[in-house]
Nanobody, 124 residues
Framework: QVQLVESGGGLVQAGGSLRLSCAGSGRALSGLPMGWFRQVPGKEREFVAAISWRGGRALFADSVKGRFTISRDNAKNTVYLQMNSLNPAEPAVYYC?????????????????WGPGTQVTVSP
């Protein structure tokens, strides 16, 4: 069993940056692909980024390419999402998730464990 907890959310001005962290417990995250998703009320959870278990491969949604980076520190059992140039269309609850394979990592169904989420708010 894996427990995930996100942190680092908050209020930021448009154009600003935030770094989200996802800390794992219960088992090592080092063998698990990890993903970040976001969701606003009334909409489906949306893929943001994913990283393979060693960190050698990363995948991003087109809307965040060039602005967001995903990384992991397996020694700290933590995955990060660096978000730059945030825009007012991006406030949401951001979730991290752990899966068992890096096949189709954009799909929520590929992930078995989810954190409770952290709120990101972007002011104009």
């Amino acid at each position: 069993q894996v427990q995930l907890v996100e942190s680092g959310g908050g209020l930021v001005q448009a154009g600003g940056s935030l770094r989200l962290s996802c800390a794992g417990s219960g088992r090592a995250l080092s063998g698990l692909p990890m993903g970040w998703f976001r969701q606003v009320p009334g909409k489906e959870r949306e893929f943001v980024a994913a990283i393979s278990w060693r960190g050698g491969r990363a995948l991003f949604a087109d809307s965040v390419k060039g602005r967001f980076t995903i990384s992991r520190d397996n020694a700290k059992n933590t995955v990060y999402l660096q978000m730059n140039s945030l825009n007012p269309a991006e406030p949401a609850v951001y979730y991290c998730a752990a899966g068992l394979s890096f096949v189709a990592p954009m799909a929520t169904a590929r992930y078995d464990y989810w954190g409770p989420g952290t709120q990101v708010t972007v002011s104009p």
